[in-house]
């Protein structure tokens, strides 16, 4: 028995029903099975944290490293664009580049280089022919290619500008037409 002054903590009888301390065995069991998920939810979040974390700092990394590449490739893509711009202005002029060949074989068919003194062609794209030839027979000849090829639309607009005979019955002569083709 106890003594006076002394503190029994011990329970000496259990005054506890069999169906509280069942329920308690069941609260006991459903804490720690709540326990273990919490601990299992936890360790989860911590992996899949992780794995994010990690895949984030990835993509981070690609970023710099794409932004860097980018920054290489600008020097070259100012080349690229300066060449294209100057491409595109070189085909403008192939465009209206004038083509003389046409131009030069009219020339001939009217006279050939004998009797061609000079031409010239103007901005307003005119070309003026000077021709010598030492008789009638020659000047109708270069008159009548001169009118075939304005049939033929060769040229346009034939002008006789002047008619020269000389005393010793050479002929000079002007002439001056439009191509019939753009210069």
Known sequence: MAT???INLLRSSSSISPDVIEWEGKFRLVSI???VLVVVAGFVLGVLYSVLSSQKQSLADDKSRLIQQISAQSRKQALVTNIKFRLGLL????LSKRQWEPVLNVIEEVAKPPSLKSFSISDTKLVSLTLF???FEETKMIVDTVLKLSTEKKMRNPTLETLQVDKDGKVQLSVSFFPAFSL
């Open 91 to 94: 085909d403008k002029i192939f």
């Open 133 to 135: 030839s030492d008789t």
């Open 33 to 35: 099975i709540s326990l």
């Open 4 to 6: 006076k002054g002394t």
